[in-house]
């Protein structure tokens, strides 16, 4: 409890350090490309879970609905642009700029998450009074 800006802050490492990686693995680099791809999933499923328990915690109760639907819209659309230009780079520059790009943009993701402040605490419902 109290611990979703360092639990989104490891994942966020965990996601850095896979692409670093995966970016440097070579041919015949098998353990090092499973380790990468491992790290990934596991960084992957924490910020999966921990991104939208972090939106609604910031987001004043009448706009928790609207956070989330932004959210899910720019989820897709960071899809989409990380699709067209990981395909763009890889065309013209191989795999590696592609691992550089993302390792880039994590980073950069990293600076401005240290910075971020700790999220409320969840609020606590008051008890309903019983009724008859």
Known sequence: ????????????????????????????????????????????????????????????????????????TLQFVGTFLGGAIGGWLYQHHGSFAVFAFCTVVTTIWLIAALGMPDAPPRAVPEPRPATA
């Open 1 to 72: 409890r109290g611990k979703g800006k360092q639990v989104m802050l490891a994942g966020i490492v965990l996601l850095l350090g896979s692409q670093v990686a995966l970016g440097m693995a070579g041919a015949g680099a098998l353990g090092t490309v499973i380790g990468g791809l491992l790290a990934y999933f596991v960084a992957f499923n924490i910020l999966e879970a921990q991104l939208p328990s972090m939106i609604s915690r910031f987001a004043p109760a009448g706009a928790r609905g609207s956070a989330s639907g932004l959210y899910a």
